[in-house]
Every structure is written in structure tokens, then in C-alpha cells.
């Protein structure tokens, strides 16, 4: 398989596209913050480890197998800077299901940006991969990440208690899950107009 989106990914306010070198200075100046990484699975990351997974994963244009990840940047369609990242990673063939996950600069947080994006990636995911089922693994501690789930319409179908040991100490995971079915459903009862525009030609 070859699933490769039609770049940039655009939505009323945003851009997403693959990452890029010149995007390195701009990932460390959020991937470095103690406050972004505190519940995310990595640590603070310095220019040459952006520049190394930059030079490999996160270079990638396409989907091809299972376990292959999109790390997609996110930016300001009237010109302004990269304000952050958002993952999908085919996950099982078999199962068709994916995961999603997002990154954004503190700086922009309040705005709907990573909802906006999040939502666009949604898309790629049910309406071009054609997965059945999408989940997002959150720490329990990220109330904003759980919040963001629960705006996309995503439930939170498990709680794994102390699964875990991260940065330590034990920590809860939530699952929040997303099936086809209930990601169209949502797009026929919501009356809000989708943020993903629509291409012309």
C-alpha cells in the first residue's frame, strides 16, 4: 500500500505538511520546553536530536507498511511560523486502525489551533487511509490532551491504572477511541461547518 495525503493539508486557519531541515530551529523551541514533554513520551529534546529524527521518521512523506508514522507540521496558513506537529500512525492492516497524537507551542495554546489540526487528521485518517478505529493514548495528568479528545468526539473507553512507570513515577493512561461509524455520524448531526477546506480542481 501507498497512502500518500495531497500536501499541504489545508483548513481554515492552518497548514499541514511534511516536516522539513528548516524546520529545526522552530521544533526545539517547543520539543525543548520541560512543560510540553512533562506528559509526553519523550524528554526535552536539543537541536541535534531534532535534527537526527528529522534526518530519519520524521522525514517521511507517505504511509506504506504497519508501524509507519506521518509527523506532519503544523502552521498558519496567512504566513506565520510552524506552531507545532501532529502524528498518525497506521497501526494494524488487519484491524485497519490507526493512533493520532499532537504537539503544539504553548505560546499558541488557547486558540482551537490543535483542535483545527487534529481534526484535519481525522480526516486523513477515516476519510483517505479508511481506517475503522483511531485512538489517542493521553496521561491522565493532561487535561488539555483530554479535553482536545473529548471536543473531537473521541470516548475515553479505558483507564489503565498505573500502567506504566514514566519519568518517575507510576503513571494512569486514558484511551480515547474514534470508530468510522461514529466519526460519520458526527459529520451529518454536527452543524458546524468541518475546518478541512475543500480542494478546487
Request: net charge negative; with cysteine; aromatic share 8%.
Amino acid at each position: 500500500m501507498q497512502f500518500l495525503p495531497h500536501y499541504p493539508v489545508t483548513t481554515t486557519r492552518l497548514l499541514l505538511r511534511p516536516l522539513v531541515i528548516g524546520d529545526a530551529d522552530r521544533l526545539v523551541a517547543y520539543r525543548s520546553l520541560e512543560e510540553v514533554c512533562r506528559f509526553l513520551p519523550f524528554e526535552p529534546m536539543d537541536s541535534a536530536v531534532v535534527a537526527q529524527r528529522l534526518d530519519k521518521d520524521w522525514s517521511r512523506h507517505a504511509i506504506s507498511n504497519e508501524g509507519d508514522s506521518l509527523v506532519l507540521g503544523v502552521e498558519l496558513a496567512d504566513g506565520g511560523p510552524l506552531i507545532g506537529d501532529v502524528m498518525l500512525r497506521f497501526v494494524s492492516a488487519t484491524h485497519r486502525s490507526g493512533e493520532v497524537g499532537w504537539v503544539f507551542h504553548p505560546d499558541h495554546a488557547g486558540r482551537g489551533y490543535a483542535t483545527e489540526a487534529a481534526h484535519a487528521l481525522l480526516h486523513l485518517a477515516f476519510d483517505e487511509l479508511g481506517l475503522h478505529r483511531v485512538v489517542a493514548r493521553v496521561d491522565v495528568r493532561n487535561v488539555a490532551s483530554l479535553r482536545l479528545c473529548d471536543r473531537l468526539g473521541m470516548r475515553r473507553e479505558a483507564h489503565l491504572v498505573e500502567n506504566e512507570w514514566f519519568k518517575g513515577s507510576w503513571s494512569d493512561e486514558i484511551d480515547a477511541a474514534l470508530l468510522e461509524g461514529e466519526w460519520a455520524d458526527h459529520h451529518v448531526t454536527d452543524l458546524r461547518p468541518c475546518p478541512l477546506r475543500k480542494r478546487s480542481g
